[in-house]
């Protein structure tokens, strides 16, 4: 009898490992489980992560929902568990100084707070209730506070003492067309509101119309939110709270004036954050940013650190002497990128600012302690700063040196590292890449030999997945463009494939191998039976500032060279039917996809995402707005006909390739109103064209939208093109 089971066991092992690898499906967009939000333990013996999933909604059949929840490793394989569950994700989690508490963030109510876990076991506590809200934790050195930031609305900020001491307007003119002075907001409970009556009455009746919703009142220039119009300013402040159940939160900022990227100082007196370099300055005007010293004592009493006029100063990092700090600085205006700076930081005094040579944008910098060494009869403690930055198609953590300022690249081009965290000669990191969408590894200093710790896309492993074959082309003004082609996943010897040109947005994005945002769509467009071919024309991010100025003046025509000269030279393979080539983009590749078709006949189909079609309407309507004075400049200056020369608009009466347009009805990053001018012009011209909204969306869809939206964008793009190069065109009853 064991004789047969121990039989029967290996024939079905043998079968299920016989099993051939499944393709990539539209609904695995929901299995896919992103790490992020990495700590080291201070000892760095442990470490936190955040895991993002998709889960089904219990109470919505074909819904889900986003989730986040906090788990913990000790840096073994497989020795990962959830600290966090439920039905309310938990976020932003932070290792108290001695590494044995954890602060992190949850929703009560609708807004975030502050709940402190033991890592002995037991439930977490709530230590913040606060009304506004509380993110964004902040240990102090000594374990006994924490900082955090809190949202405050216009009308919040008129009614509360401690952050608007008097109660005061805001010294920065609210610019309200008649009035010399803020005065106005302060409006008199006692007036009577009346339609009918005097002055006084008729504008207490307009203002409850506001506070009743009935009307929105506009004053501000940046009065376009990410999903709706937001007449009203919010402010971020920072506050500090005492480690202790019922401990009442003060606030370390004042003022009509927002402060983020708060960092102790290691003697705990206080902590540098970034906040508008000119307080007097309406905000949304005001580009220019600082980094200022913040007391713990409360009195609000601000130093400025690092500031400068057209310069913005941002993301302070303290090293963990406190004798050093790295930051990030830009330009203010125009377009460019920014660099790491470093400065002798004496107290709350910084000198010998020097800015390091390194033509990427770096991002999440990191300091590290490295081993000690020994000079002499003296023991040496070095420092380093890890950091990362999107490059030649991947996003590699590097390692700077502060003493040499030599900077050293890490992992390579092919993956990309999403999160990390160091102690020590420990390096914790998330990273993308073609085999999986997602995973945790450790490594050490160096980063050659990596280990991975999670096994939560393992599934992959199961499906066929398609490799990206890199290429380069030397583009009409000598820059080395980048570009990728990804065979269908089941090639069969002799036949012929459609090619989908794939293009990305920003136009300062980038994408590579090692593109999370991208794995699922591009990996199930070659499931379903296209070549994919996506490049990083003149003006992507990753290639330097020389390349990513090179589309001034020019989102049209030498960014249009690039991409085709990619699709060109993947046509030339022999899988590719070059009779059915098809194109997509969104944002401002839903731009170039216009412009292209506007300007080329090859493709039989083409699907336009919320993009951008007329320069001077974008202008008014999109949140994105100053890409136009960055980029071109202003429609009454007197270089405005290159808006018109550069807009896909002006050229809607040569589109002739049938379009998809698609946009979200809540988009107002780009705003919906120009995909309906393309819509409509071509529908005059009787041209095929067709037009989806999505309802409620915002410009954020395609990453972390609805997910049934999302499926649906992604189906809709498969479908359209089945229509005109699929192996039946056109024809409405195929499979």
Same mark, same amino acid.
């Given at each position: 009898m064991?004789l ?6 290996a024939i ?5 490992? *016989?099993q051939?690898?499944?393709k ?5 967009l929901?299995r ?5 939000g ?6 760095g013996?442990?470490a936190?992560?955040t895991?993002?999933?998709i889960?089904a909604?219990p109470?919505?059949k ?5 989730k986040t929840h ?13 600290l ?6 938990a ?15 949850r ?5 975030g707070?502050?709940f ?5 076991g ?7 209730t606060?009304?506004?809200g509380?993110?964004?934790p902040?240990? %102090?050195p000594?374990g006994k506070?924490?900082a955090?930031?809190?949202s405050i ?6 009614t509360?003492s401690?952050v608007n ?7 920065w003119?609210?610019?309200k067309?008649?009035f010399t002075t ?14 009918d009556?005097?002055? *006084?009455e008729?504008r207490a009746y307009?203002d409850?119309?506001?506070?009743d919703?009935k009307?929105k009142?506009?004053n501000?220039l ?13 402010f971020t402040h ?11 939160p003060k606030?370390l900022t004042?003022?009509f004036t %927002?402060?983020?990227a708060?960092?102790w ?10 906040t508008?370099r #000119? ?5 949304d005007r005001e580009?220019d940013?600082?980094i200022?010293?913040i007391?713990?004592?409360g009195s609000?009493?601000?130093?400025t650190?690092?500031a400068?006029?057209g310069k913005s100063y941002r993301?302070?990092?303290i090293?963990?002497d406190?004798?050093?700090?790295a ?11 920014a660099q ?10 910084v ?7 390194f #033509?990427?944008a770096?991002g ?6 490295m081993?000690?060494?020994?000079k ?11 950091f990362t930055a999107s490059a030649?198609?991947?996003?590699p953590?590097?390692k700077?040196d ?7 690249q890490l ?8 999160s ?5 000669n ?5 990273k993308t890449?073609?085999a999986?969408p ?9 980063a050659?030999?990596q280990?991975?710790?999670s096994?939560?896309? @393992?599934w992959v492993?199961?499906?066929?997945l %398609?490799?990206?074959e890199k290429r380069t082309?030397k ?7 980048d570009y990728?082609?990804?065979k269908p996943?089941a090639?069969t010897a002799?036949?012929k494939y ?10 300062t994005?980038?994408?590579g191998?090692g593109e999370?945002s991208?794995?699922h769509?591009f990996?199930y467009?070659?499931?379903q039976?296209?070549g ?8 992507s991010?990753g290639?330097?500032?020389?390349f990513q100025r090179?589309n001034?003046? @020019?989102?049209g ?7 085709l000269?990619?699709?060109?030279d *993947?046509?030339k393979?022999n ?12 944002s401002?590749?839903?731009?170039l996809?216009a412009?292209?078709?506007?300007h080329?006949n090859?493709f039989?189909a ?7 079609y007329?320069?001077?309407t974008f202008?008014g309507?999109?949140?994105?707005w100053?890409?136009i004075?960055?980029?071109f400049?202003?429609?009454w %200056?007197?270089d405005a006909k290159v808006?018109d020369a550069?807009?896909?608009y002006?050229?809607v009466?040569?589109?002739?390739t ?6 979200g009805?809540?988009d107002?990053?780009?705003g919906?109103i120009?995909s309906?001018?393309m819509?409509?012009s071509l ?5 095929p064209?067709?037009y989806?909204r999505m309802?409620?969306?915002t ?5 972390s939208?609805?997910v049934r939206q999302?499926i649906?964008r992604l189906?809709r793009?498969y ?10 065109p056109?024809s409405?009853?195929?499979?």
């Amino acid at each position: 009898m064991q004789l047969k089971f121990l039989l029967l066991f290996a024939i079905t092992a043998q079968t299920v490992c *016989a099993q051939p690898k499944s393709k990539i499906t539209v609904t695995d967009l929901t299995r896919i489980k992103q790490v992020g939000g990495i700590e080291l333990a201070p000892d760095g013996q442990r470490a936190i992560y955040t895991l993002n999933t998709i889960e089904a909604n219990p109470d919505q059949k074909e819904e889900y929902e986003y989730k986040t929840h906090i788990y913990l490793t000790g840096l073994k394989v497989g020795d990962n568990k959830a600290l966090t569950r439920g039905s309310e994700s938990a976020r932003q989690a932070v290792w108290s100084p001695d590494g044995q508490r954890i602060a992190f963030v949850r929703s009560v109510k609708g807004k975030g707070q502050i709940f402190i876990m033991s890592m002995d076991g037991g439930e977490a506590w709530q230590l913040t209730t606060g009304s506004y809200g509380a993110s964004t934790p902040l240990w %102090s050195p000594d374990g006994k506070r924490i900082a955090f930031t809190s949202s405050i609305t216009m009308a919040q900020m008129l009614t509360d003492s401690l952050v608007n001491p008097g109660k005061n307007g805001p010294l920065w003119s609210l610019e309200k067309p008649g009035f010399t002075t803020n005065n106005f907001i302060k409006s008199d409970k006692k007036i009577k509101a009346n339609p009918d009556g005097s002055l *006084a009455e008729i504008r207490a009746y307009l203002d409850k119309d506001v506070e009743d919703k009935k009307a929105k009142v506009i004053n501000r220039l940046n009065f376009q939110g990410e999903s709706t119009t937001e007449p009203d300013m919010t402010f971020t402040h920072l506050y500090s709270v005492d480690v202790n159940e019922g401990a009442t939160p003060k606030p370390l900022t004042r003022g009509f004036t %927002s402060f983020q990227a708060g960092n102790w100082l290691p003697n705990g007196q206080g902590l540098l954050a970034v906040t508008d370099r #000119d307080s007097l300055k309406h905000p949304d005007r005001e580009q220019d940013n600082a980094i200022v010293f913040i007391p713990a004592d409360g009195s609000g009493i601000q130093k400025t650190i690092l500031a400068e006029a057209g310069k913005s100063y941002r993301s302070p990092e303290i090293s963990p002497d406190g004798k050093q700090l790295a930051f990030l600085v830009a330009p203010s205006e125009g377009v460019n990128f920014a660099q790491i700076g470093l400065a002798t930081l004496m107290g709350t005094t910084v000198s010998g600012v020097e800015i390091v040579t390194f #033509d990427r944008a770096a991002g999440n910098l990191t300091w590290a302690t490295m081993p000690a060494t020994t000079k002499g009869k003296k023991t040496i403690t070095g420092y380093a700063v890890y950091f990362t930055a999107s490059a030649n198609g991947g996003t590699p953590l590097y390692k700077l040196d502060p003493t040499t300022r030599q900077v050293t690249q890490l992992t390579d081009f092919t993956m990309g590292v999403t999160s990390f965290d160091v102690v020590g000669n420990r390096v914790v990191f998330a990273k993308t890449e073609v085999a999986n969408p997602s995973e945790l590894y450790v490594t050490d200093a160096t980063a050659k030999t990596q280990t991975k710790l999670s096994s939560h896309n @393992d599934w992959v492993a199961q499906r066929q997945l %398609s490799v990206p074959e890199k290429r380069t082309y030397k583009n009409s003004i000598g820059e080395t463009i980048d570009y990728w082609i990804m065979k269908p996943t089941a090639v069969t010897a002799g036949r012929k494939y459609p090619l989908l040109l794939n293009m990305h947005g920003g136009p300062t994005a980038m994408w590579g191998p090692g593109e999370q945002s991208m794995w699922h769509e591009f990996q199930y467009m070659c499931s379903q039976g296209y070549g994919v071919v996506y490049a990083n024309p003149r003006g992507s991010g990753g290639y330097g500032l020389n390349f990513q100025r090179a589309n001034i003046k @020019d989102w049209g025509t030498g960014p249009t060279e690039d991409v085709l000269a990619a699709v060109t030279d *993947a046509a030339k393979e022999n899988w590719v039917d070059t009779s059915r080539q098809v194109i997509t983009g969104g944002s401002y590749a839903g731009y170039l996809t216009a412009w292209i078709v506007g300007h080329d006949n090859r493709f039989k189909a083409a699907f336009a995402q919320r993009g951008v079609y007329d320069l001077t309407t974008f202008l008014g309507e999109g949140n994105a707005w100053r890409l136009i004075p960055n980029y071109f400049d202003y429609p009454w %200056s007197a270089d405005a006909k290159v808006l018109d020369a550069n807009s896909p608009y002006t050229f809607v009466q040569n589109i002739r390739t049938p379009l998809l347009i698609k946009h979200g009805e809540n988009d107002l990053r780009t705003g919906p109103i120009q995909s309906e001018m393309m819509y409509k012009s071509l529908k005059i011209l009787g041209r095929p064209v067709e037009y989806v909204r999505m309802p409620g969306a915002t410009h954020e869809l395609s990453r972390s939208g609805n997910v049934r939206q999302r499926i649906d964008r992604l189906l809709r793009i498969y479908e359209f093109f089945e229509r005109y190069v699929g192996t039946n065109p056109q024809s409405l009853t195929q499979k």
